[in-house]
């Protein structure tokens, strides 16, 4: 395989509209794809990542520059042939009204079942592996209808692992998961990388997770184009501060995460530690309080039995930050 299986040189994408004319969305892209590495594509709404990642998938054709997949121009392959390279999942619904999701998953071996599309005794071992590994064993009887939002977006990744292509191309593979669940395929999708060498390239809008998991961060915008790096060398130069931080949010290098900017209302004084003082402080600049050590009598007293302000006792967080909103 080669180490850049995925190569993008001065990529211009958009549409076609009426009369020809060109609908430019991105242009002068320049960057690959590592193979054995997640690559996170980031951006605001409107940036053009799906654009883009429909470009370089072959559902669009680029308005400008090249893009080799596996070594050859994208427009040197064949659906058929391109399919057995690079697998996608995208955001359009897959009209599956009569599928059974274990039929769905299938499909991903179409490429190489030939004209009738018999699935061999291999070819079913593939598809119940895939159908494993994304956690979705109890649904594989269930029609494709009858699933939920995040249950369908499962089963069309796991029918893109059966596809068994060393790069895969996935569109918001995560939007309509739960925090574990979204944390349970960006696992899985890391586990591909790192045992079987493939590449994934997924754009999301889970910052915090691209952060922490992703080997790669591709970041996108109308106005600087896209940049490419690792997340902390991305970190360290100001990118991801400069891609998306705003008037209530704001990037802290040491952290390597976001925070939100509340108005600030005051200062309170604070004599505990632990968990249970770390939570206190997080609640307080909800409120707008930032909080300090105490060097005379504090405002708030934490043991470990209750939370003390000015004097009284309260049993929760909740019912402490009711009545410092109400002194």
Request: proline share 4%; hydrophobic share 40%; glycine share 10%.
């Amino acid at each position: 395989m080669t180490d850049s299986p995925v190569k993008i040189h001065n990529l211009t994408t958009g549409y076609t509209g009426k009369a020809d004319e060109k609908i430019i969305v991105t242009s002068g892209i320049d960057t690959s794809l590592p193979s054995g590495s997640m690559t996170a594509l980031l951006g605001p709404n409107g940036a053009g990542k799906s654009t883009l990642i429909k470009t370089i998938s072959g559902n669009l054709p680029p308005l400008g520059g090249s893009l080799e997949i596996m070594g050859r121009e994208i427009t040197d392959y064949t659906p058929a042939r391109l399919s057995r390279e690079l697998s996608v999942v995208l955001t359009e619904r897959f009209d599956s009204t009569h599928l059974t999701v274990r039929d769905l998953v299938g499909l991903g071996r179409s490429p190489y079942t030939g004209f009738f599309g018999r699935l061999s005794k291999s070819d079913h071992k593939i598809v119940d592996d895939a159908i494993d590994m994304v956690g979705i064993g109890a649904l594989s009887s269930r029609t494709v209808v009858t699933l939920s939002d995040g249950e369908r977006q499962k089963a069309m990744i796991a029918r893109a692992l059966a596809q068994q292509t060393p790069v895969i191309f996935l569109d918001e593979p995560t939007a309509f998961l739960d925090y574990p669940g979204k944390v349970d395929i960006m696992m899985v999708l890391r586990r591909l990388c790192r045992e079987e060498g493939k590449s994934v390239l997924l754009s999301t809008h889970d910052l915090e997770l691209a952060l922490l998991l992703a080997d790669r961060l591709w970041l996108l915008n109308r106005t600087d184009g896209l940049i490419a790096g690792s997340p902390e060398d991305l970190i360290l130069g100001g990118k991801i501060e400069r891609y998306f931080s705003s008037r209530n949010l704001r990037f802290d290098h040491t952290a390597g995460s976001f925070k939100v900017d509340f108005d600030h209302i005051g200062t309170l004084t604070i004599s505990g530690q632990g968990s249970r003082a770390a939570m206190v402080k997080r609640a307080l600049s909800r409120e707008g309080y930032s909080t300090a050590p105490a060097e005379g009598d504090p405002d708030i007293v934490i043991n470990d039995e209750a939370y003390i302000f000015r004097g009284k006792t309260y049993a929760s967080i909740e019912s402490l930050v009711s009545a410092v909103r109400s002194a």
